[in-house]
């Protein structure tokens, strides 16, 4: 195929995994996937409130697709928000921690499906993300910075597997992260 | 309006203009309106045929939008060279030559219109081309630097008339501008 014949289109891409999947699902298998379901089903309904769409949720992975990234990153933080509170519901040793990555890409869509380095940057930017975190590109970064409410700190260059070049990493400071900016740790 | 209720929509912006365009409104009004028309129509045409959309086209600046930047720098390309070959049936004088800018932004949508920062940066990208050069973002560059066969060259921190932080600008060169890339001149 030519570069010509591929459709493409910009598009920001929001990638969540559930942080020790293997260990739930190890302890409790059942309980993991009632837990997950009613999750995914959860982070579903908040996609499409702000415009998006899931393009594949397999396993413990759900990737969504926004036309607009402002809209992508305030998703993620309601998100994040939202199963915070299901998890005070759940014991310790069940409750279910997502993490997310957005980024920005001029992705090649295929039917309902995308492609691109896009796609597998964000992925790799929810593996840095903090349990119930959220890091974001700097592409995506640049896009909502004077936009969102939400303060961010730049997490300097990172590697990433099969990834060209160094990734220059924001995490979204999320509510309380705020006020113990300076003695930040990891919920 | 809050910022919930606005509809935001990641989209590359292509902005062009006419560059001397006083002087050759000045010089022969009706044949200058005769080309500028003539060559807006060539410009139409190809960005459809590159699956973007005119927003607007207001005297001699003209300001469009893809679903894609990679189709965007592509077809601000094919213009120039479309242009440049129609341009050598004109006499010196009478030549007109655009410059394009090309960002990418997160911009409301507002029926047919596009509103943002995105779109003013696209204009200010485009009065730093050379005449019948094309200047893009760095947020447009990282899009389409390994995916389009073109030769770019960083032009360092630009600062832009209301604009808050320094552009960071990259040229597109075109055809035989890659040949002298080492003893360039603009054309």
Redesign the interface.
């Known amino acids: 195929m030519t ?2 014949s591929l ?6 891409i929001f990638s969540a995994d559930v942080e020790g999947y293997s260990r739930l699902m190890g302890d409790d298998e059942a309980a993991t996937i009632h837990t997950l379901t009613s999750y995914k089903k959860a982070m579903t309904e908040l996609i499409k409130q702000h ?1 998006g769409r899931v393009v594949d949720a397999p396993g413990d992975n759900l990737l969504a697709e926004f ?5 992508a990153v ?1 998703c993620a933080v309601e998100v994040q928000h939202e199963l915070a509170e299901r998890n005070k519901e759940l014991p310790n040793k069940r409750k279910m921690v997502f993490r997310i990555g957005v980024n ?3 992705v090649v869509q295929e039917n309902d499906r995308i492609y691109g ?2 796609v597998n940057i964000a992925a790799r930017l929810e593996s840095m993300a903090d349990s119930g975190g959220i890091c974001i590109s700097r ?1 995506a970064y ?3 910075k ?3 409410p939400f303060e961010f700190r730049y997490e300097g260059e990172q590697l990433g597997k099969n990834i ?1 070049e160094p990734l220059r990493v924001y995490k979204v400071l999320i509510d309380s992260e705020i006020d113990k900016a300076s003695d930040y740790t990891p919920l």
Do not use: C, H, M, P
């Open positions: 570069e010509k459709i493409r289109k910009l598009t920001a415009r036309a607009s990234v402002v809209d305030q920005i890409g001029d380095d896009g592409a640049d896009q909502v004077y936009k969102l060209k």
